[in-house]
């Protein structure tokens, strides 16, 4: 219960975590800034890293002096694009024994059956639009590498969504990020974030089973 407790303390205050933590380490923030959006986008077992509410806290804090703005831009793109790739990478190892039901370790089939259907309706903008939702996000570039999408087609999606979603979600709160009203309810800012980021991950799952009662 604790360790939930410090987790939740920690994403709901982003802004003042990441002061504690740059005064803390200096220059290896941005080596550990890399290493979280790396893994919330290349590692399938970590969905529930920060990633939006990362961002924008980081642009935030690059309004105010705290830390560097093209530098962290630079490493957060890097981040992403490298982080798809391994992904990628993982499910095109693993695609047999997805293709053949296999349980997977660590990989619930619940967010592989969502993020396949995903791909179905978006087609190979999913690893565009994925970028914008938390868990697809995190599954789409898996997904990819399962079903054999062409690298070359995915380099260039891969390499599309994550310049545009660090460029949006970390120049929003580089502008909007230090708002007297934003920055003095920080909390439900990234609550807000996370909310409407998730809201095509609900809607999805509400047709689905109204779907699947009309049948």
Not at 13 to 40: K, R, T
Not at 49 to 78: E, H, N, Q, R, V
Not at 196 to 203: A, T
Request: with cysteine.
């Amino acid at each position: 219960m604790f360790i939930v407790s410090s987790l939740l303390d920690i994403f709901l205050h982003l802004d003042q975590h990441l002061s504690l933590y740059m005064n803390e380490y200096g220059p290896f923030i941005y080596l550990i800034l890399f290493i979280i959006v790396f893994c919330e986008t290349g590692l399938v077992i970590m969905p529930f890293l920060p990633g939006d509410s990362l961002l924008f806290a980081t642009g935030a804090l690059a309004a105010a002096g705290s830390i560097k703005l093209l530098p962290i831009y630079l490493i957060f793109c890097l981040a992403a694009i490298a982080g798809d790739t391994v992904n990628y990478a993982i499910g095109h190892y693993l695609r047999d024994k997805v293709a053949a039901r296999e349980k997977i370790r660590f990989i619930k089939k619940e967010y592989l059956d969502r993020t396949t259907e995903f791909f179905k309706k978006h087609g190979s903008a999913t690893i565009i639009l994925a970028r914008f939702v938390p868990i697809i996000r995190t599954f789409a570039p898996f997904v990819a590498g399962v079903g054999s999408m062409p690298y070359r087609k995915f380099l260039s999606f891969n390499a599309i969504g994550g310049i545009l979603w660090v460029s949006i979600a970390l120049f929003a709160g580089y502008f909007f990020g230090n708002i007297p009203v934003v920055k003095d309810n920080f909390s439900i800012v990234v609550l807000g974030i996370v909310v409407v980021s998730l809201l095509p991950v609900v809607f999805t799952i509400i047709k689905n089973k109204i779907t699947a009662k009309n049948l």
